[in-house]
């Protein structure tokens, strides 16, 4: 929480706009300590530097794709009876509606916006997310390694998450690059060597007009510093967009229809 003020800071000065997926963790568990409450002020200063909130989930729970563990519950879930924890083991008491709603509700109130997007704990993503999403109104997630679709794309999401469900008006709009993989953390040491493999990324898709979403958490200093490394050394041309800036134009763009006819007076 402390950290990313400082990200945000560095991010202003370059007129850029990130999006900060804000973890509403309110509880005491295994996973971690409450570092929802007395955090207001970093996070309303978020929103004075232009920055762009989004919600990470509440428990940000490691077993959240798992179905016999959790539920898809029902809408009605509040801070007051949504008390989840993981304990060591397995997370107890969570559910999917209660996991996208409460913390969409907490920040929503708390900052007086609306929370368009989501991305759950560790990308683990339960098959009935979509569902809930689309019931509570967000618009856009980024819940998907593009590793595992294989695309950079925005993409309309499935409902049930399954290729046969029918369309949802909700877009998934892939991760591509990420300081969180599991093998060959990024450290102090040898953040200059991801940088180069996530440059490396950009160069590829920006050949193929593709965007590349980047996942940095502001959990320590070095982190600031390869996310320095790796501006600095972008190419020259490219435009920073928000999720939800950059949703909103690709909602725009696939409702463009054009024709075209055979002219044959034009040379």
């Not at 953040?191 to 898709?205: F, G």
């Not at 909103?248 to 696939?254: K, L």
Request: with cysteine; proline share 4%; hydrophobic share 35%.
């Amino acid at each position: 929480n402390i950290l990313m003020t400082a990200n945000a800071d560095y991010e202003d000065s370059l007129n850029i706009r990130a999006t900060y997926f804000i973890t509403t963790h309110y509880i005491h568990d295994f996973v971690a300590g409450d570092f929802w409450t007395g955090y207001t002020p970093q996070r309303q200063y978020l929103l004075s530097k232009n920055m762009e909130i989004a919600s990470h989930s509440v428990g940000h729970f490691p077993d959240m794709d798992i179905e016999s563990i959790v539920a898809i519950g029902a809408p009605g879930n509040t801070v007051t009876n949504y008390l989840p924890h993981y304990n060591g083991n397995f997370t107890q008491g969570a559910s999917v509606y209660g996991e996208v709603e409460v913390s969409k509700s907490l920040l929503d109130t708390e900052l007086g916006i609306s929370i368009k997007s989501y991305r759950p704990g560790y990308l683990y993503q339960h098959n009935q997310q979509i569902n809930a999403m689309k019931d509570l109104g967000y618009k856009y997630s980024s819940s998907m390694s593009g590793n595992d679709v294989l695309t950079a794309f925005p993409y309309l999401a499935h409902k049930d998450m399954i290729f046969e469900g029918p369309l949802t008006d909700l877009y998934e709009i892939p991760m591509t690059i990420s300081d969180a993989q599991v093998s060959d953390k990024v450290d102090s040491s040898n953040y200059p060597r991801h940088v180069a493999r996530w440059l490396y990324c950009v160069e590829k898709n920006l050949a193929n007009g593709a965007p590349t979403n980047v996942l940095i958490h502001p959990t320590r200093d070095f982190k600031i510093t390869a996310e320095r490394y790796f501006v600095s050394q972008l190419p020259n041309g490219l435009t920073f967009r928000t999720v939800e800036e950059f949703g909103d134009y690709w909602v725009m763009r696939n409702a463009v229809t054009y024709s075209s006819t055979i002219d044959s007076s034009n040379k």
